[in-house]
């Protein structure tokens, strides 16, 4: 979820300096440089934290049923470990989500491509990320691969004309 987050908050930004009229590719990748750590740091800090609490109380509650401390032993380590793991993951995937997308403004910056080819690599590449993503959940849940990656395109493209029609309010 983190991920899609990533990606939906970057096509915000891709949305609205389109809709602001442009400008230089700096703002878009200082923007979305700036929303990608932003959302790794949350994600990572806020998993770990909740992470932690959750483990914690699960090994209360087992040494309650074992009437010892686990403090220090393997399923204390363990524990310990998993919230990281966790942390680093939901705190890598929305960095990686949105900061993808903004590769093409890299190469508007460094004269590669032009600013309008930029924009329209952009997009294409979230909604491949979007795509991509329900495939994963699809693939998770057991359900339609296909139609899961079209949902989450679907969700990126209703955002992206949510935030065009009240550009033009």
Do not use: C
Not at 93 to 115: E, T
Not at 146 to 169: E, K, N
Request: neutral net charge.
């Amino acid at each position: 979820m983190n991920a899609f987050d990533g990606a939906l908050t970057i096509l915000g930004v891709i949305v609205g300096f389109v809709v602001s009229g442009g400008g230089s590719p700096r703002l878009v990748l200082s923007a979305g440089v700036g929303a990608s750590l932003a959302m790794g740091i949350s994600g990572a800090v806020g998993a770990y934290m909740a992470e932690t609490a959750e483990r914690r109380q699960q090994l209360r509650e087992l040494e309650n049923h074992l009437f010892r401390s686990l403090e220090g032993s393997r399923i204390d380590r363990a524990a310990h470990q998993a919230a990281l793991w966790v942390a680093f993951v939901d705190g890598i995937s929305p960095a990686l989500a949105a900061g993808i997308p903004i590769i093409p403004f890299l190469l508007v910056l460094k004269g590669i491509v032009v600013l309008q080819v930029g924009i329209i690599a952009s997009l294409i590449l979230n909604l491949v990320m979007l795509f991509i993503l329900g495939i994963f959940l699809g693939k998770v849940s057991g359900e339609n691969i296909w139609l899961r990656g079209l949902l989450m395109v679907g969700a990126g493209v209703l955002t992206a004309l949510i935030l065009l029609a009240l550009s033009v309010i």
